[in-house]
């Protein structure tokens, strides 16, 4: 495959905090438009990853490329969803929405018909003039959801998104996740511990091994969509990679 084809290349990338040592000379590439999700135990690193993506931090050892430049989030069209949510107090629902659009300077009916869908999409109609802090938390992570699709990124970094949602927003959002997927051909890194969602989800999934994390195994799920969890095939392939966390 040529270079142009990945999205995200990540060589010999090794992060030590101090003394503690969480990723060891890992690598691996991301294909333009796949959907990847990461598993592994916990604190192996994941969230550290994505923050060394994001330039959050720097590699110890290793580099990151996107679109085979070294990452630089000023320069790509990226955008993030924590499992904290994270909107702005000061901001109502709609202006949380509008903001990062706002900032992009994208043209006023642009704005408004990316916001109305995404309010739409998401359920939001009733808190649309509402503030952050009078929000379900459920209900303000959907609105850090609603602004990283609202921007319609290349690449879409998600860490945990639906860790603190009922079964039923989440099964929908998982839905709606793979909906932008495929109408954007945005590239997704999806963090989950949550091994039915990866499953349900990804095309293909990279377990992690106990820090100092490198790559346990990488599994292809070819199942069609939308998916039935109930399936033997489905089945079969979450049983193997549940296998190979409990490993530890
Ligand atoms: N800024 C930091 N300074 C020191 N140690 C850190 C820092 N950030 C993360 N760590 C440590 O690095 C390790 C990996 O953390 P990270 O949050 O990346 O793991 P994770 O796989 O995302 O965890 P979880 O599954 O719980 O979400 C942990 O031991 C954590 O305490």
Same mark, same amino acid.
């Given at each position: 495959?040529?270079?142009?084809?990945? =999205?995200? !290349?990540?060589?010999?990338?090794?992060?030590?905090?101090?003394?503690? %040592?969480?990723?060891?000379?890992?690598?691996?590439?991301?294909? =333009?438009?796949?959907?990847?999700?990461?598993?592994?135990?916990?604190?192996?690193? +994941?969230?550290?990853?994505?923050?060394?993506?994001?330039?959050?931090?720097?590699?110890? =050892?290793?580099?990151?490329?996107?679109?085979?430049?070294?990452?630089?989030?000023?320069? %790509?069209?990226?955008?993030?969803? &924590?499992?904290?949510?994270?909107?702005?107090? #000061?901001?109502?629902?709609?202006?949380?929405? !509008?903001?990062?659009?706002?900032?992009?300077?994208?043209? +006023?009916?642009?704005?408004?018909? !990316?916001?109305?869908?995404?309010?739409?999409?998401?359920?939001?109609?009733?808190?649309?003039?509402?503030?952050? %802090?009078?929000?379900?938390?459920?209900?303000?992570?959907?609105?850090?959801?609603?602004?990283?699709?609202?921007?319609?990124?290349?690449?879409?970094?998600?860490?945990?998104?639906?860790?603190?949602?009922?079964?039923?927003?989440?099964?929908?959002?998982?839905?709606?996740?793979? *909906?932008? #997927?495929?109408?954007?051909?945005?590239?997704?890194? &999806?963090?989950? %511990?949550?091994?039915?969602?990866?499953?349900?989800?990804?095309?293909?999934?990279?377990?992690?091994?106990?820090?100092?994390?490198?790559? =346990?195994?990488?599994?292809?799920?070819?199942?069609? *969509?939308?998916?039935?969890?109930?399936?033997?095939?489905?089945?079969?392939?979450?049983?193997?990679?549940?296998?190979?966390?409990? #490993? #530890?």
């Amino acid at each position: 495959m040529s270079e142009q084809e990945y =999205k995200v !290349r990540v060589e010999h990338l090794t992060k030590y905090f101090g003394d503690l %040592h969480v990723l060891d000379d890992v690598s691996f590439n991301i294909k =333009k438009g796949e959907f990847l999700c990461v598993v592994g135990p916990t604190g192996c690193g +994941k969230t550290t990853f994505l923050n060394l993506l994001t330039r959050i931090y720097m590699p110890t =050892k290793g580099e990151l490329y996107i679109d085979g430049e070294p990452a630089d989030p000023k320069k %790509h069209s990226l955008a993030v969803v &924590f499992q904290e949510p994270s909107s702005m107090p #000061w901001l109502t629902v709609e202006q949380n929405l !509008r903001f990062g659009l706002e900032i992009k300077k994208l043209p +006023k009916n642009e704005i408004d018909r !990316r916001v109305e869908n995404i309010i739409k999409l998401l359920g939001l109609e009733e808190f649309r003039n509402r503030y952050p %802090h009078q929000l379900s938390v459920s209900t303000a992570q959907r609105i850090i959801i609603g602004r990283a699709f609202a921007l319609q990124p290349d690449l879409l970094l998600m860490d945990e998104p639906y860790g603190q949602m009922d079964i039923k927003l989440r099964f929908y959002l998982e839905d709606e996740v793979i *909906r932008l #997927w495929k109408e954007i051909g945005t590239t997704v890194v &999806f963090i989950t %511990h949550n091994i039915e969602e990866a499953v349900y989800l990804a095309e293909r999934i990279l377990i992690l091994t106990n820090k100092p994390a490198h790559i =346990k195994e990488e599994v292809q799920v070819d199942l069609p *969509r939308p998916r039935d969890v109930t399936a033997p095939d489905f089945i079969a392939i979450r049983n193997h990679v549940t296998e190979q966390i409990k #490993w #530890w």
